[in-house]
């Protein structure tokens, strides 16, 4: 059914606000994959791919032209690399990290039309999102990232549709790209850069099913209920655990498109009621480091293997990666600095020791008032050297339907990001061209502006 969706869905039938809503996310992506193009990991995974052949298709933010499929590596490496890059809550994915540079790279070698690529991205987002739903937030559990596993499926839509696949390869383009689904969580007990690298393998395996299918290679045509699919290999307690059903459920009229948030700190998203609470109490009750003798963090349940344990681990991160992970140090930079920026993700900063004693003072514990999955949710209570106590939460994290995210703001980040690379004036170009893709007869042309100059 997903080949059917996915293959028969044209622009024109898309609603108005998730039409908008996708330019905003592209837009978004881009800049992140603009900003984290000077950082150490971005340069050295450049190398490492340019090292095997350069090619035509631009990285974004970068001067090196790689091949297809290792272009869309790269990019998915960037837009994922500083954890600034949007999430599907319910899906417990981060979809435009695969789907952007999939649909980018993809439509630039098809030439599509921009509406063929953003109509391709709507598309494979909507069903990647629906695949996470099934299995229940069983993927990290069982020791998976999700990203790299749904991000698989989600990306051979993407490339399937702007290939122009029909709807029999199409469904076995997803039977093919299943051997590809890669992604562990290893990541979270030590200093690493592979989650980066999931996101955009995503693409490499999804753009080699999709050619392999539209030239008649067989697949597996069950990945998802199948007895060796998806469900019953990735998750603990298949049976219980999976919902196949939701995937299909409501397709095409209830959009999850329309519940992806778009983030406003580099941090994984557990981090940013704890952050946001932090700031506002400090700033409140003017606080310093120096007031502080404890913090104690609420967080949910499911947060708690990704930024809270090991603990010895999370205490004194030694990489960005690393410190955006961690609920110790988001709270102690929250607290030292007031703020959390991507300033903060610098060396100075790691090696802060007025943060690093802090940290050392931040305890977790179990929030009982957590409505997790329907909101990024958590609490703070601060206790000072002199007794006082100071507690604050938030229950409903920005981007949601209650608290939406103002276009102008996504805006701004993006040239905030973008500046980090290039001028005002050229970063407000490719503002401009993004966000009127759906004029564009040859996204190539787009793609082409992106690189560096």
């Excluded at 298709?57 to 998915?76: A, F, H």
């Excluded at 209920?225 to 049976?239: D, Q, R, S, W």
């Excluded at 004194?316 to 920026?341: E, G, H, K, L």
Aim: with cysteine.
């Amino acid at each position: 059914m997903l080949a059917g969706f996915v293959t028969g869905l044209d622009y024109a039938s898309i609603p108005a606000a998730i039409r908008a809503q996708a330019k905003l996310h592209l837009l978004d992506s881009v800049g992140i994959a603009l900003a984290s193009a000077c950082f150490e990991f971005a340069q050295k995974s450049c190398a490492g791919l340019a090292a095997l052949g350069i090619g035509e298709y631009t990285v974004i933010g970068m001067p090196t032209k790689l091949t297809l499929r290792d272009s869309v590596l790269m990019n998915g490496i960037l837009v994922h690399g500083l954890e600034f890059d949007d999430t599907a809550i319910r899906g417990r994915i981060h979809p435009s990290a695969f789907g952007v540079p999939c649909a980018l790279g993809v439509g630039a070698f098809a030439k599509a039309r921009g509406k063929d690529v953003l109509a391709a991205y709507i598309a494979g987002v909507e069903c990647a999102i629906r695949i996470g739903i099934a299995a229940r937030g069983g993927f990290s559990p069982a020791g998976f990232n999700a990203v790299g596993i749904v991000g698989a499926f989600g990306s051979v839509l993407i490339a399937g549709k702007l290939l122009g696949l029909d709807p029999a390869q199409l469904t076995m383009a997803q039977g093919i790209v299943y051997s590809t689904a890669a992604g562990n969580r290893e990541f979270t007990a030590a200093d690493s850069w592979t989650k980066r690298l999931e996101a955009g393998w995503s693409g490499v395996g999804a753009i080699t099913a999709a050619m392999l299918a539209k030239q008649g290679f067989v697949g597996p045509r069950t990945p998802y209920e199948g007895k060796f699919g998806v469900f019953n290999t990735y998750l603990n307690a298949p049976p219980a655990a999976s919902d196949v059903a939701a995937i299909t459920a409501g397709l095409g009229h209830g959009w999850e498109f329309a519940r992806i948030l778009i983030k406003m700190l580099p941090s994984c998203f557990f981090n940013h009621p704890v952050i946001n609470a932090t700031i506002a109490l400090v700033k409140q009750h003017d606080l310093h480091a120096r007031d502080i003798r404890g913090i104690r963090v609420l967080v949910p349940q499911a947060a708690v293997d990704t930024v809270c344990e090991p603990r010895l681990k999370k205490l004194a991160p030694r990489d960005i990666a690393a410190a955006q992970f961690s609920i110790y140090f988001s709270a102690a930079c929250a607290a030292v600095r007031r703020q959390f920026t991507l300033q903060e993700m610098d060396a100075d900063t790691l090696d802060d020791p007025t943060i690093h004693a802090l940290a050392a003072n931040v305890e977790y514990a179990i929030d009982p008032q957590s409505n997790f999955p329907a909101h990024y949710s958590g609490g703070v209570e601060i206790s000072t050297v002199d007794g006082r106590q100071f507690s604050a939460r938030e229950d409903v994290n920005l981007g949601s339907a209650e608290k939406p995210l103002a276009a102008s703001a996504v805006e701004e980040k993006f040239l905030g990001n973008a500046q980090r690379v290039m001028s005002r004036q050229r970063a407000e170009e490719i503002r401009d061209l993004l966000l009127n893709i759906e004029s564009c007869d040859d996204v190539s042309a787009i793609t082409a502006r992106l690189g560096a100059e």
